[in-house]
């Protein structure tokens, strides 16, 4: 059963493309080499934010501003994509933007929050103690709590898996990976509204495996931590409400290393000259290791997106994994 019916995604989708233009997807040629199947990248680097949270934030905002008319301000947690979308939408629509990251964050990330407006504050060792911090704070000021998962995200966040299955040829699955859930979901959520049959595979860190257990024990499971470089998929508590829609539309969930993820980042920059940040690259990761069980068929991956701090991006160009202590 589709989140949205396919009239829904389509004005959704028409709404997000009024704010930005839809992002390629392209097939590779020496990526398909490297791994000996047609694979498909949907380029959700070259957002206006460099990655696909953006589109959430447009959705989101539209609908509180109707909804809540006198609404002055949101408050949300972020490990930075999430916090870019949020603050552009709030800035765009009049409203503040405060943003909560934990201590020892992304600094350019951090730096891209504030030049789209955003009130930052650092908070806590991790997102989710940075996400606890942020609904203490909306309720003693009166500011809208954003969570990381919501309807109306999902709804903006879905326009890119409707470009991407509507201009692909025919796809036997699709890897994406799993933060809090909105980019799965939405990828899940746009394949049953078109019925279609592909295969949408979930990904995790090993690192972070709160998803993974959580669907193969069938509730949710926090993790103790969620050390990985991939900040955009160090997550220790699974989203009941995503996790509703993955654990039975995904046909399964992988776990991918550190090294698994850094070597995809070398690979997305020497085939096609892109830079992915860890999340953006633990699909590519997923697919590689699953490389032999996709042969003679057609798959997608999510580049999800490309901000990874420069200091970061050259360790791992010189074949070495970022190490979170």
């Known amino acids: ?13 028409a709404l997000v493309h009024e704010h930005m233009l839809p992002t390629p997807q392209y097939s590779w040629p020496l990526l398909n080499e490297q791994l000996g199947l047609e694979v498909w990248v949907k380029h959700e680097n070259h957002t206006p ?17 109707r909804e809540q008319p006198d609404c002055e301000g949101i408050i949300t947690a972020t490990r930075g994509n999430h916090g870019q ?21 992304s600094p350019e990330k951090n730096l891209a929050m504030q030049a789209f407006g955003a009130e930052l504050v650092e908070f806590g060792d991790d997102f989710d103690a940075a996400r606890e ?13 954003v969570p990381p998962f919501h309807p109306q995200l999902v709804r903006g966040v879905s ?6 299955f509507r201009a692909a040829p025919p796809l036997d699955a699709v890897y994406v990976p799993i933060g809090c859930g909105s980019g799965i979901c939405s990828v899940i959520t746009v394949r049953d509204a078109l019925g279609l049959d592909t295969e949408v595979i979930g990904v995790v860190s090993t690192e972070a495996m709160a998803a993974k257990l959580s669907v193969e024990a069938g509730h949710p499971v926090e993790t103790d931590s969620a050390r990985t470089f991939a900040d955009g998929i160090a997550v220790r508590v699974p989203v009941p409400e995503a996790l509703e829609i993955y654990s039975k539309g995904a046909a399964r969930i992988v776990a ?6 850094a070597q995809a980042i070398r690979i997305y920059f020497r085939d096609t000259h892109n830079a992915a940040e860890g999340a953006g690259a633990a699909p590519l990761a997923a697919l590689m290791q ?8 057609r798959a997608a991956v999510i580049l999800c997106g490309g901000n990874i701090d420069t200091s970061m991006f050259r360790q791992v160009l010189a074949g070495e994994t970022p190490r979170i202590d």
């Open 159 to 164: 326009s890119y898996a409707l470009e991407l």
């Open 290 to 297: 699953e490389r032999e069980r996709m042969q003679g068929k």
């Open 85 to 105: 979308s949020q603050a552009r939408a709030a800035t765009a629509f009049g409203m503040r933007a405060r943003i909560l990251v934990p201590h020892g964050n």
């Open 256 to 261: 991918v290393s550190d090294d698994e993820i």
């Open 49 to 65: 934010t460099g990655a696909f949270k953006v589109r959430g934030g447009i959705t989101l905002l539209d609908w509180l501003h």
């Open 1 to 13: 059963m589709s989140l949205f019916t396919l009239d829904e995604l389509e004005r959704s989708a």
């Open 133 to 145: 911090e942020a609904g203490r704070q909306a309720a003693a000021e009166n500011l809208f709590m």
